[in-house]
């Protein structure tokens, strides 16, 4: 059942214009993010014409084709980053991964942490194992393994249309969330984790009472229901996930957004806890 109810004390936070600010912080015009995933696009086609072997890969994996290692750039890094993104800190910091295909220092001490979390030799490089292990999180549809698109598309039409972004950078949001929220859910102990709300179209988010500039409205936010775990658990592993925007713990549900990564100011609304 969606938690609409949930969405009334979805304060997100004061209302402040675009400043970027603390380690990380950074703009990126969204108009960059979209011509990578094209590029991406182009690149997964490519792929598929290869031969009928990589076509079937392709439905379930990305075609990683050499190891990564910092100093290097391009798309696959860029992929990398994404799934790595959930692992920024190993203590609650305001710092995220940024996703510019620039395999850089944050992107050698993610990927280290997403290595030992899964058993691996944590060398910081991303090889065949790694890969491997970052493909097992991706199901066939792009999701990922233990979330849904359903749990992310705006509830009265289904997809990803209506906010304050296109619908392929919307949508494109909500898949760099999933890699972030595979990566709390781990910190958990692998408990299930529901999305009560996540993308929002502008008019669905004005009838449940949402902020006016609220980071749903860009599939940048989700509303978590973790049964059984307290939600000032989930916000302290959410501190060390990349996640910029935290609301209270006290709300019946925890919000958990990347405002920061279109260059907004970070917001914990209870601190570092
Ligand atoms: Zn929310």
Known sequence: MYGEQDTFDDQEGPVEPAVAHGPGAHRRPVRAGRRALLRGSI????????????????????????????????????????????WAAGSASQ??????????????????????????????????????????????????????WS??????????????????????YARRLMYKLEA???KLGNVPMTVNSGFRSIAHNRAVGGASDSMHLYGLAADLDVPGV???TVYRRAETSGFSGLETYTAGHQHVDSRAEIGRAWWWQDGTV
């Open 184 to 186: 709390v859910r781990v």
């Open 151 to 172: 749990e992310f598309t705006n509830p009265p039409t289904g997809d990803f249309s209506g906010g304050k972004v296109s619908a392929s950078t919307a949508k494109e």
């Open 230 to 232: 307290a939600n000032i």
């Open 95 to 148: 710092t995220f991964v940024t996703i510019d295909g620039a395999f850089g220092a944050g992107t050698t001490a993610a990927v280290k942490r997403f290595q030992a979390a899964y058993s691996l030799a944590a060398d910081g490089i991303a090889g065949p194992a790694t890969q491997s292990k970052l493909n097992a999180l991706q199901s066939a549809d792009g999701s990922t393994v233990h979330f849904n």
């Open 43 to 86: 690149a997964l086609g490519a792929a598929a014409v290869a031969g009928p072997f990589l076509l079937m890969a392709s439905a379930s994996a990305y075609t990683w084709t050499r190891t990564l290692r910092e100093g290097m750039s391009g798309p696959d890094v860029k992929e990398l980053q994404i799934r790595v993104a959930g």
